[in-house]
């Protein structure tokens, strides 16, 4: 089985950066999803690692290093947009998805 | 617009029946997916479909049935309804087993 965490919830401003960490425990490792969901929608895909390093797509960048067993979002410029939950979701040995609680992220003016 | 369509949006259920939730995707996806989504928990895998005509369990089966008999359709079967499978249910597919999923806009089903 897996274990994912991730921080329930951040706060941040308009224009800021935030980081939202994540930690991993998998029997076998094929990637690591991060996807946007806001509240009552379904969840969107934002990026994809599979080796170690920055995938940078805009605002949003994606690390990850599998040794450490540790991935992070960033994202920066905030806009009030962003405010939503962010899922991170790792890919184990038979291909099947695993996700963690999600991180609310609130974007203040 | 390609994408995934679930039926119905919403539904509120009496214990004990039974419910079908639809879904469907005109992207001609190989894999599709059924998930739950519950407060705190977030999403975990009820059953899969590699491809047409293949079904496996996933982290929470219990109390629910799937088909694949054809690649655009996997509906989610209740076969009698408990308080506890109330949640918020989410169909999934995507190209094969290596790639990103896309989500259905979700069901939420309430029993009572």
């Known amino acids: 089985g897996q274990n994912i965490d991730q921080p329930t919830e951040m706060t941040a401003t308009e224009g800021a950066i935030v980081q939202i960490n994540c930690t991993y425990q998998t029997s076998g490792f094929n990637g690591l999803f991060w996807y946007q969901q806001h509240a009552g929608e379904a969840p969107t895909f934002l990026s994809y690692?599979?080796?170690?390093g920055l995938e940078e797509k805009g605002r949003f960048s994606s690390f990850l290093s599998r040794s450490k067993g540790y991935s992070y979002l960033l994202l920066k410029e905030l806009q009030m947009k962003d405010s939503a939950s962010y899922l991170c979701a790792v890919r184990d040995g038979n291909y099947k998805l695993s996700f963690g609680a999600g991180t609310t992220v609130t974007v203040r003016a | 617009i390609a994408g995934i369509t679930q039926a119905p949006t919403s539904q509120i259920l009496a214990a004990g029946r039974r419910m079908t939730l639809r879904c469907t995707q005109d992207?001609?996806?190989?894999?599709m997916y059924w998930y739950r989504q519950d407060l705190g928990l977030g999403l975990r895998l009820i059953h899969y479909s590699n491809t047409a005509g293949t079904t496996g369990k996933g982290e929470v089966p219990d109390g629910y049935s799937v088909s694949r008999a054809n690649t655009d359709d996997f509906p989610l079967t209740l076969a009698s309804a408990v308080p506890s499978q109330t949640s918020v249910y989410f169909c999934?597919?995507?190209?094969?087993?290596?790639?990103?999923?896309?989500f259905g806009p979700g069901t939420r089903l309430t029993v009572l």
């Open positions: 992207m001609r996806h190989n894999a």
């Open positions: 999934a597919s995507s190209a094969g087993t290596n790639n990103e999923q896309f």
């Open positions: 690692n599979v080796l170690d």
